[in-house]
C-alpha cells in the first residue's frame, strides 16, 4: 500500500506513494475535511478539477446520524453519493467520544452516544465502526478508539490507552474475519497510537499496535491543547518506533509550521479543519517565502478588515487559484459584509488551494534536499 520514494538526509522527511481503491497519493498529503460528505460550500467536480485534491477526510460519526447507513447503502457509498471518485479516509467517531464528552457514557463494550441532533441513544463498538465505514466504502478506514484529553492524569491516561489498544485489535479482528467485509476488500485499516503526553504510554502503545500489522498508522490525541513543543516531542518518541514500510498520519494537525515540522518528523499525512473554517470566518493565507524552514513562510489576513474595503488587489498576488485570479480582496470584504453566501466558496477555494500548494512545496524541498 506505502511504497517509499525517498529518505531525506536533512531530516526523517520522506517522499512516498499511498495506493488506495481509487488512486495512488503522493506523500506527503493533505487531506480537506468533508466531514458530512461535503467541503461546505465547494462541490465535488471543483474539488477534483480545479483544486485537484488527491483525497478528502469524512467522519463516520456524522454520516451514521444523517443521511445514514440505508441512504448510503443506497446510493452505493460516500463515493457514489457525493460524485467524489478520489480516495477518501473515514475516522472512526472515537473523536467524538472526545468532544461530545457530555453525551456519552464509555465502556468496555463501545461508547454509548446520545445523538446531538436529535436526543436518540446510540452504541458504537469497535466492530459497529468497521461495518460503518464499510458501508461508506472509504478507503481507508480508522479504529474506533479514545482520544485522551489534555490535561490527562497518568492512571487515566493509561487506562484510556489500553483499553483503545483492545479496540484496535477487535476492529482488525473484524475486518478479517468478517463475511461481509470481504466484499470490499480494498479497504486499508489505520491504527491510532495514544498515551496522552506521558513517554512509556506512548512508545509502549506504539510497540504493541506495530506488533498487529495494521495498514497504516496514525498518532492520535495531538492538537488537543498540549504546547506545540510537546507535540513535536511526542512525535520525536512514536515515530521510531512505527514501521518505516507503512504510512503515518498526523491526526488533527494544523497549521502550516505545524506540517512542516510533522514531515521532519516522518510523517505523510495530515488533516485538519483549520484551512476551511478559518476560511469561513474571514481568515485567509498568503504567502511569503518559497523557504519553508523560515518561521514566516506564511501570513495571514482578517478580509473582514476595513482597510481591505478599497483594496483592489487579489487576496495574493502569488497565488493562482480562482478566486485570486478573478475577484479582489474589497469583494471579498463586501461578500464577508453583506454575509453573501459566495463568499464561502471564494475563501474556501482559496484556502484549500494554499494548503494543497504548501504539500507541493514541501514535496519539491524534500526533492531537492533542503528539508
Known amino acids: 500500500m506505502y511504497k517509499l520514494i525517498k529518505q531525506s538526509d536533512q531530516s ?17 498529503f493533505f487531506m480537506t475535511i468533508a466531514t458530512k460528505g461535503v467541503v461546505r460550500s465547494v462541490d465535488a467536480v471543483e474539488l477534483k478539477n480545479d483544486l485537484h485534491l488527491p483525497i478528502i477526510l469524512s467522519n463516520t460519526y456524522h454520516l451514521w446520524l444523517r443521511p445514514g447507513l440505508e441512504v448510503l447503502q443506497a446510493a452505493g457509498g460516500l463515493h457514489s453519493f457525493m460524485n467524489w471518485h478520489g480516495p477518501i479516509l473515514t475516522d472512526s467517531g472515537g473523536y467524538q467520544v472526545f ?34 465505514q464499510q458501508t461508506i466504502g472509504s478507503d481507508m478506514m480508522m479504529v474506533l478508539d479514545e482520544c485522551v484529553p489534555y490535561p490527562a492524569e497518568y492512571d487515566y491516561a493509561k487506562q484510556s490507552t489500553e483499553r483503545s489498544l483492545r479496540w484496535a485489535e477487535r476492529c482488525l479482528e473484524y475486518k478479517n474475519n468478517n463475511d461481509d467485509y470481504k ?19 506512548r512508545q509502549t502503545n506504539a510497540r504493541e499496535l506495530a506488533k ?20 513535536y516531542q511526542i512525535l520525536d518518541w512514536v515515530i521510531p518506533e512505527l514501521p518505516e514500510n507503512k504510512a503515518r498520519y498526523l491526526m488533527g494537525v494544523g497549521y502550516p509550521q505545524e506540517i512542516v515540522e510533522g514531515v521532519r518528523r516522518g510523517i505523510d499525512m495530515f ?18 517565502h518559497d523557504d519553508l524552514s523560515v518561521e514566516d513562510f506564511y501570513s495571514t489576513i482578517h478580509i473582514k478588515n476595513e482597510q481591505f474595503q ?23 470584504n463586501h461578500l464577508f459584509r ?25 514535496r519539491a524541498a524534500i526533492e531537492g534536499g533542503s528539508l
Open 310 to 332: 478599497q483594496d483592489f488587489a487579489p487576496v495574493d498576488a502569488q497565488c493562482d487559484c480562482y478566486t485570486c485570479k478573478n475577484f479582489t480582496r474589497a469583494y471579498l
Open 212 to 231: 498487529l500489522n495494521f495498514d497504516g498508522y496514525a498518532v492520535g490525541g495531538l492538537a488537543v491543547g498540549e504546547p506545540r513543543q510537546e507535540m
Open 271 to 288: 488533516d485538519c479543519v483549520i484551512p476551511t473554517r478559518e476560511a469561513r470566518h474571514g481568515r485567509l493565507y498568503l504567502w511569503q
Open 12 to 28: 526523517k522527511a520522506r517522499l512516498g506513494e499511498l495506493k488506495t481503491a481509487h488512486g495512488t497519493i503522493a506523500t506527503p
Open 338 to 362: 453583506v454575509d453573501d453566501p459566495l463568499f464561502l466558496r471564494l475563501a474556501t477555494i482559496h484556502n484549500v488551494s494554499f494548503y494543497q500548494k504548501l504539500m507541493g512545496k514541501i
Open 183 to 201: 466484499s470490499n476488500a480494498q479497504q486499508a485499516l489505520f491504527a491510532i497510537v495514544q498515551g496522552g503526553v506521558y513517554q512509556d504510554l
Open 99 to 132: 468532544s461530545l464528552s457530555h453525551l456519552r457514557k464509555l465502556s468496555e463494550e463501545g461508547v454509548k452516544f446520545q445523538s446531538h441532533i436529535d436526543g436518540r441513544w446510540l452504541f458504537l463498538s469497535p466492530e459497529e465502526a468497521i461495518k460503518i
